[in-house]
Nanobody, 124 residues
Framework: QVQLVESGGGLVQAGGSLRLSCEASGRKLSDYNMGWFRQAPAKEREFVAAISWIGGSTYYVDSVKGRFTISRDNAKNTVYLQMNILKPDDTAVYYC?????????????????WGQGTQVTVSS
């Protein structure tokens, strides 16, 4: 089992940047593909980005392509989400998750472990 703790959320103006971190404990993060999801009030949890266990492959939802970058440092057991040019529509609780699927996964049901989430609020 792996425990995940997100950090780095906060309040930022539109056009600004934030970097989210997700630190793992309990097992090596390199055993898992990792993903970021977000959930806005009254909306379903939405896939944002995923990265393969060694970091060679990434995948993004269209709405964040060119603005967000997912990365990982397995030596630090940490995954990151760099978010640039933030928009009010990016406001949500952001979750990191670990998946044992061989391929990069985009559905919440394909992830085995979740963090508690960190709030990101983008003001207009």
């Amino acid at each position: 089992q792996v425990q995940l703790v997100e950090s780095g959320g906060g309040l930022v103006q539109a056009g600004g940047s934030l970097r989210l971190s997700c630190e793992a404990s309990g097992r090596k993060l390199s055993d898992y593909n990792m993903g970021w999801f977000r959930q806005a009030p009254a909306k379903e949890r939405e896939f944002v980005a995923a990265i393969s266990w060694i970091g060679g492959s990434t995948y993004y939802v269209d709405s964040v392509k060119g603005r967000f970058t997912i990365s990982r440092d397995n030596a630090k057991n940490t995954v990151y989400l760099q978010m640039n040019i933030l928009k009010p529509d990016d406001t949500a609780v952001y979750y990191c998750a670990a998946s044992r699927f061989i391929q990069l996964a985009t559905l919440p049901s394909q992830y085995d472990f979740w963090g508690q989430g960190t709030q990101v609020t983008v003001s207009s």
